[in-house]
């Protein structure tokens, strides 16, 4: 349901990817690991058209993408950058309604859904964005990802700066999310750990092309490959 067919893409004139190509099916995880600076990163803005294609081209849905961010979000393509980028002089409650209502969607169902699905912003619902810690400004980075209603989610680095306890949450609700509303995820992480706890099948890559695909148990039992792909 989402694909990326060869791209190719950098910055100016400097080429940071190259070929790469990846799948995630319906109501799939998938992580796409790597050690800093292998093109992660690069690769989920090529996806969300953050930057422009050199070649190659991205599917959502069966549909070719459009070369705006906007439309892709509209097609159902969610996602949470590295960094978060949180409205910071909003509230909690404004961060999430603005998201849905900017995706035609109802701001007090998605608002209410949110505290539902993460407890710990409830208590922040009033206060401004810029005020919370790293850990909860993710966490709402990723609530208001969801209140677009993606089909799939593209998360970069979602555990960077991220205390344990909230990691670990962070990975219950993208597990239940998953399940319960079918919605595909995408992970770029160096964490794999985390990535391994809720994604069957992983992309590898290094020097900005995909290395290797992979099953979580192969990956799991391959010491040798963890220390020379990942550093871990």
């Not at 439309?71 to 980028?85: D, E, I, N, S």
């Not at 790293?134 to 205390?163: F, H, N, S, Y």
Request: proline letters at 5%; glycine letters at 10%.
């Amino acid at each position: 349901m989402f694909k990326i067919k060869n791209a190719t893409g950098g910055y100016g004139k400097t080429t940071i990817i190259r070929d790469v190509s990846l799948e995630v099916k319906q109501g799939e995880i998938v992580a796409l690991l790597g050690r800093n600076g292998v093109g992660k990163s690069t690769v989920m803005r090529y996806a969300t058209s953050l930057i422009p294609a050199m070649s190659g081209s991205v599917e959502i849905d069966g549909r070719p993408a459009p070369n705006s961010p906007a439309k892709r979000a509209k097609l159902g393509l969610g996602y949470v950058p590295q960094g978060r980028f949180v409205f910071p002089r909003m509230t909690v409650t404004e961060n999430i309604a603005v998201a849905a209502a900017t995706n035609g969607h109802d701001a007090k169902r998605a608002v209410a859904e949110a505290m539902e699905d993460f407890p710990l912003l409830h208590p922040k619902a009033g206060d401004l964005a810029g005020g919370l810690s790293g850990g909860q400004q993710q966490v709402l980075a990723l609530a208001r990802a969801l209140a677009t209603v993606p089909k799939i989610l593209l998360l970069d680095e979602p555990t960077e700066g991220v205390q344990p306890s909230i990691i670990d949450e962070m990975a219950g609700i993208l597990k239940r999310i998953n399940q319960e509303r079918g919605i595909a995820i995408l992970v770029a992480e160096q964490n794999l750990d985390f990535c391994l706890s809720i994604s069957e099948r992983a992309y590898v890559m290094e020097k900005g092309e995909v290395r290797m695909e992979t099953d979580r148990d192969s990956l799991l039992a391959d010491k040798d490959l963890q220390q020379e792909l990942l550093g871990v």
